[in-house]
């Protein structure tokens, strides 16, 4: 799955590295580490939109939800959308046939879990440059309120084997676009077929990977928005990663 990610480039670089803009007087967030279940904003590429860089809050609200409590609810369930099953669910299937979007990242983390402890793992692009997760997005508005609350969701795919030996218990992956696909996934005139054809788990050698501190893991009782919580390091059990 993916819920934990960090993004630390500036404007200038998200907009040259992805051809988009964010409107003025809006920069991006800063997060060194952010926990998906904070439901926070992250920077996102649509396809009515392709142009602009927008901020959603993590955590899709379709457009049917009824009051902010179900909304609440139900936007702590659909952090992640599984790609094998998303063309079903209620909560997505509107968004995964017209509403699919970039969600804008420097990297995201993952857990391994080993001889009854956790070990995290910080996980980008082997150029070390931002990249895009495939994601699911809805404008929902608060019928109370008149609020108007875009919000979005990480696509994710079984692992490839990169990925299934870190995250072995579930052995789940974000949806990592290639470069070159980017612009596809976002195309609001894609069958079903095809955009379950662009749903494939990058291979290995298109990811870097390292272990991390056990800071990320304390994000309950310190701040883990910091710069070390991406920094190597190392752990004399696991070896074979350093």
Known sequence: MCYHIALTSPAEALEDRFQAQFPDGVEPPVYHHVSAFAHPEVPVITGDQPQAIQLFRWGLIPGWVKNEDQASDLARMTLNARG?????????????ARRRCLILVDGFYEWMHQGGKKYPFFIQVQQQKPFALGGLWETWTDRETGEVVNTCSVVTLDANPLMARIHNTKERMPFVLPHEVERQ?????????DVEHLMRP?????????TVSPLVSQQARKNTNVPEVHEDYTYAELAEWQ
């Open 202 to 210: 990058v291979d290995d050698g298109y990811l870097r990977v390292h």
């Open 84 to 96: 094998d099953s998303m063309f079903e669910k209620p909560s997505f299937k509107q968004a995964a």
């Open 185 to 193: 996934w976002i195309r609001e005139d894609l069958t079903r077929p």
